[in-house]
């Protein structure tokens, strides 16, 4: 089995749309770039074009995927950063969530709504609101949803991650079950001023980190806050539709 995670970044200069919160218009074009060098990463790693009619969606949502082929795949981007995680081997599945550290507005009430009490706990340390813990813990909810399939609405059935004194640990509490172990990695990553969290999902028959490749000049400082492993009860479970 191959798993990788394949990152490339932007220029960073004075025009960033992101610096601009009132031009719509050009923070939609800057996504737009980050989608498009997110399916060029895609294509590099696959060695051909990927066209439209290579990628299937199994969910109502549009889980990207490639049919009868034991390569699977999932994409993210924030900021100037775009995101790919890949797997090959047969009956693997992978997600990969990145977010750029910033303020986020509704974060607290995100929290109270999707967060369980003690990752509420972790977040709110010392009695204020940390944004990174924050971000932690989205990115490694929304990399298991991206992993099945699911929508943000379907946070409640993502794992429980408690966290304790600054690296989060494997206990879990699944109203999903998996029909294979699960593993999550935790990054972050810094440079040219920006700071991301990143994580990436694994599930399949075995596990390990992800190999980290570049595929722009710059990259990023990228440090392993944590590695996570549970092995779901087997009751109930879902196999991946590869």
Not at 69 to 88: P, Q
């Amino acid at each position: 089995m191959s798993y990788y995670l394949n990152l490339s970044i932007l220029s960073n200069d004075d025009d960033n749309p992101l610096l601009n919160k009132q031009d719509n218009l050009r923070k939609t074009e800057h996504k737009k770039r980050l989608s498009a060098e997110a399916r060029h990463i895609l294509s590099r790693c696959e060695g051909r074009p990927i066209a439209e009619e290579d990628i299937a969606g199994d969910t109502p949502w549009g889980r990207p995927f490639f049919p009868g082929r034991d390569t699977d795949f999932s994409i993210s981007h924030s900021g100037n950063l775009a995101a790919v995680s890949l797997v090959r081997g047969k009956n693997q599945r992978t997600g990969c969530d990145v977010e750029l550290v910033r303020p986020r507005p509704r974060a607290k009430e995100i929290a109270e709504e999707f967060f369980t009490a003690p990752e509420r706990g972790y977040i709110e340390s010392q009695g204020r609101f940390d944004g990174t813990r924050f971000f932690q813990i989205w990115t490694l909810k929304e990399c298991f949803l991206k992993l099945r399939g699911l929508s943000v609405f379907d946070m409640p059935n993502a794992p429980s991650f408690i966290c304790d004194e600054g690296q989060c640990r494997g206990r879990f509490f699944f109203s999903v079950s998996g029909a294979f172990p699960i593993s999550f990695n935790l990054y972050e990553l810094s440079g040219a001023g920006e700071r991301y969290i990143l994580a990436t999902a694994l599930e399949g028959t075995e596990i390990e980190q992800p190999e980290i490749r570049w595929f722009s000049q710059g990259s990023a400082d990228c440090k392993s806050i944590a590695n996570i492993k549970a092995a779901p009860s087997p009751a109930e479970t879902v196999r991946p539709k590869i």
